[in-house]
């Protein structure tokens, strides 16, 4: 058994969903579960749909045609208008014009009630179209198999829960069907009561592993348009080397530092099982791509940069001149957890607190607020932070080109650097 994960690139036009299938028809000697993300930008799209969003319901019901055209255009061009994938696509948006026509209750849990239909919609229309042309596979409602707390937006996976269905659900439809391919969602998940959870934006990839970790898969492959694991972000980085072979806690480590291939969340359970991870093109199928596995080191050793920009630097600073010492740094952090903050980069001298956070005005002001009593802060908008690792002066003097850097951290492999953008 293994598992595949088609990201919303993958599977944002009717050419794309036609390649998508060749890559599916190609790999059916063995039992396989595809996990598909909502189709090209339909998530942002839905983002706007959440009740209390919309700023009149001319504008709702104008987002909801416009979610609409996009996919029956596609689907359209696909099958018959009698396939009766058609019915059921229907069914799906008066569901979703339903529960955008709720008036707010509570943001988080309003988003997945809404963005889920993403998922819902493009998984329903893929696998009508495989069935359309031959390609047997079975629909499941991943809500029923992997199993979250009530923590909306970014659901806490109960995995042994998850497991248990997983394998019950899953594994009875590859005996009783006596077929070889299942179509499944991304991103979405369910609560003990019945309603519907998120994993997190770019979720998708959390949930092919999640699957891989509890059906014991042989391998998972996330089908990208890149070559693979490259040393850089192509948007970024003109001259790019894929990483043929990458291990998982070098993998892990590059997530956390905003590597944006992979959802941080992913390589965790498909480690623990030793489970190995293929990225490879859709676009170019047959090519070797690049794999996360038990390796040593990364090759080919190159240097690797990932950048993050719009970041903010804040510095605090106690008002009564007392140290940056525990106590302090203990309610700093107090709040920083209560916000929600990420903090990338941080460094502390004697009287003052450094931190580096993405810039969100709103989280800003209220980090103000909270700490305004006690502390001075001072901050620098508008930075790059570029993480390098297995790095030289070389290396960082040409990416650093002059620039004026704020802060800077070395370790043995990696050095972190703020720079004006
Ligand atoms: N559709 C979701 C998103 O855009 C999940 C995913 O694509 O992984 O965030
Ligand atoms: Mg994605």
């Not at 998850?162 to 439809?173: G, L, P, Y």
């Not at 996330?222 to 490259?230: A, C, E, N, Q, T």
């Not at 080919?300 to 950048?307: E, Q």
């Not at 908008?381 to 002059?402: C, K, S």
Request: charged share 20%; net charge neutral.
């Amino acid at each position: 058994m293994k598992v595949f994960k088609f990201g919303g690139a993958s599977v944002n036009s009717a050419d794309a969903i036609r390649n998508m299938a060749e890559i599916v028809r190609q790999n059916l000697h063995e039992p396989l579960v595809v996990v598909v993300s909502a189709m090209g930008k339909t998530t942002n799209l839905l983002e706007k749909l959440i009740p209390g969003i919309p700023a009149s319901d001319d504008e709702r019901q104008s987002l909801l045609k416009q979610t609409k055209k996009y996919h029956y255009d596609i689907a359209t061009s696909l099958m018959d208008s009698d396939d009766p994938t058609f019915r059921k696509l229907e069914n799906l948006f008066a569901q979703l014009d339903k529960a955008t026509s709720q008036p707010a209750t509570n943001y988080n849990y309003d988003y997945d009630q809404t963005v889920s239909f993403g998922e819902l919609i493009s998984t329903t229309l893929i696998s009508g179209f495989l069935n359309s042309i031959g390609i047997n596979s079975q629909w499941i409602d991943i809500r029923q198999v992997i199993r979250t707390n009530e923590n909306y937006r970014e659901g806490i996976v109960d995995f042994e829960t998850t497991r248990w269905q997983a394998q019950k659900i899953i594994n009875s439809t590859f005996n009783n069907l006596n077929l070889k391919l299942i179509i499944t969602q991304g991103f979405i998940a369910g609560t003990g009561s019945g309603t519907t959870t998120t994993l997190g934006r770019e979720g998708s990839d959390y949930s092919a592993s999640i699957l891989s970790y509890c059906l014991d898969a042989d391998y998972m492959t996330i089908w990208k348009d890149v070559p693979g694991f490259l040393n850089a972000d192509p948007k970024f980085f003109p001259n790019t080397i894929k990483i043929n072979q990458i291990p998982y806690n070098e993998a892990i480590e590059l997530a956390y530092y905003g590597a944006s291939v992979i959802h941080p969340k992913t390589v965790k359970p498909i480690q623990n099982k030793g489970i190995r991870l293929h990225i490879k093109s859709f676009i170019n199928p047959s090519a070797e791509g690049s794999t996360i596995g038990p390796y040593d080191g990364i090759e080919p050793l190159t240097p690797l940069y990932i950048f993050k920009n719009n970041q903010v630097l804040i510095s605090i600073q106690p008002k009564d001149f007392s140290f940056i010492a525990e106590e302090n740094l203990q309610n700093i952090f107090a709040v920083l957890a209560k916000l929600n903050i990420r903090v990338n980069l941080m460094q502390n001298s004697a009287l003052s607190f450094s931190l580096c956070i993405d810039y969100n005005e709103i989280l800003l002001h209220q980090l103000r607020e909270a700490l305004e009593n006690d502390f001075r802060l001072v901050y620098n908008t508008g930075l790059q932070l570029i993480t390098i690792r297995y790095y030289n002066q070389q290396i960082i003097d040409q990416i650093v080109a002059g620039r004026r850097i704020l802060l800077q951290q070395r370790s043995r492999t990696t050095t972190q650097l703020l720079v004006e953008a």
